[in-house]
């Protein structure tokens, strides 16, 4: 069973930092896509980020773009979504996502098969 587990959100003043992190543990695909997902309170889910399988190619929410930062070490089997600047509309559960396969960086949720958890992140005022 492929389990993507997240790990790193917390509680930050607006204008701080914070890095998530997406270990997929289980099976392991030789290829695959993450994205990046989040969910406010009462809102429905949104895309963030997602990087395709080689780790070239990288999408972005226009919300989250030159504040946010996917990257990704296959030999760790782990993404990572550097947020830098947040704000406090950045408050939301955030989720990790994989597409097995030689699939691009899509914004589409219906396209992961595997989903983690969540970890909070609050972003204070």
């Known amino acids: 069973q492929v389990q993507p587990v997240e790990s790193g959100g917390g509680l930050v003043q607006a204008g701080g930092s914070l890095r998530l992190s997406c270990a997929v543990s289980?099976?392991?695909?030789?290829?695959?896509?993450m994205g990046w997902f989040r969910q406010a309170l009462g809102k429905e889910r949104e895309f963030v980020a997602a990087?395709?399988?080689?780790?070239?190619?990288?999408s972005y929410a226009d919300s989250v773009k030159g504040r946010f930062t996917i990257s990704r070490d296959n030999a760790k089997n782990t993404v990572y979504l550097q947020m830098n600047s947040l704000k406090p509309d950045d408050t939301a559960a955030y989720y990790c996502?994989?597409?097995?396969?030689?699939?691009?960086?899509?914004?589409?949720?219906?396209?992961?098969?595997?989903w983690g958890r969540g970890t909070q992140v609050t972003v204070s005022s």
């Open positions: 990087i395709n399988w080689s780790g070239g190619s990288t």
């Open positions: 289980g099976r392991t695909f030789s290829n695959y896509a």
């Open positions: 996502a994989l597409a097995p396969g030689l699939k691009p960086a899509s914004s589409g949720g219906h396209l992961y098969d595997y």
